[in-house]
């Protein structure tokens, strides 16, 4: 594991800046279709739009919108694709993260910083 994480470090900024690139990508072109084609669900979460409204409160409405899986209500293949998209990239970034900060965790001790 040592070697993992002596071989991720030096690349730490880029590894944990890209996926939060692409997040914020997806999460633009999910925003930018609801805006676009959805209008209606768009204004029933605060129509919300990045950054220039993306208050706690649109983030919590959006994140509860993909969670409850409302967007099947729609009958909207391309939302549901694009949400679905969405919010495995949520997790996914949730993912890498964690495995970033244990894998520095455990480098730590035996780096002697």
Known sequence: MRE??????????????VPAIFLFYCMMRFLWYLKHVQE???????RPSFPLNFSTANRIAIL?????????KCNDPKLTR???????A??????V????????????PKSGF
Not at 90 to 95: N, V
Request: charged share 15%; hydrophobic share 60%.
């Open 64 to 72: 509860k919108f993909l969670h409850k899986r409302d967007y099947k």
């Open 97 to 108: 993260y964690v495995f970033l900060a244990m894998s520095f965790l455990l480098w730590i």
């Open 90 to 95: 949520i997790w996914g970034l949730i993912g």
């Open 40 to 46: 209606d669900v768009w204004t029933s979460l605060g």
């Open 82 to 88: 694009i949400s679905l998209f969405f919010l495995v």
């Open 4 to 17: 993992v994480v002596r071989f991720l470090y030096p690349g730490f900024p880029a590894i944990a800046v």
